[in-house]
């Protein structure tokens, strides 16, 4: 819990760069630092859930109450109103006259979630393109382990379940002559790459 003394706590809240504003049990803004402002614009004395949802009721994710208790909480939290995401803390704040507030902070992560939010877009476009190129494709460790198939190659070799392909050999159960694949790659240890290379390989049933 902070306990204010003056206004030097709120004026330590002014310099910092993520955005943060007070409030009363009551909902009602008593406080926002400059970060807040830029954000937000100047709303003291409204109501939050007016201010952040843009809503005449309490924001269906308030946790006010657990803060009053006496509870710091760590969350993350989307406001489509602005399009960004926030990673979230709040925790009560004693003032001198005895009384709550609840203080919250807001750290602006929007730049890693849509980072993120491509990287997993890409990995999905990946994986489409993976499971539907009309050729048999997998993609296995040095150690000669599969760590992925296509439903093609599963097809062409007599595979009914991924599960069951991954786990056989690839030097042993895979290639019809097992120093096919131990030239295969020695070709990617010299060059990184091999381009044209021939191999026979095992269907399930032999």
Known sequence: MIEIEGRSILSIFDAIEDSIYVIKRDYTIEFMNQAMVRDFGERTGEKCYRVLNGCDEVCPWCRNEEVFEGLTLHRELYLPGIDKHYRLTEMPLRKEDGTLSK????????????TEEKARASEEDYERLFEHVPSGLYVSSKEGR???????????LGYESKEEF???????DLYVRPEDRRKFMDEIERNGYVIDYEANFKKKDG
């Open 103 to 114: 203080v919250s902070m807001y750290r602006d992560i929007t730049l890693r979630k849509k």
């Open 146 to 156: 599969f760590l992925n198939a296509n439903h093609y190659l599963l097809k062409m």
């Open 166 to 172: 991954l786990e056989i050999d690839i030097t042993k």
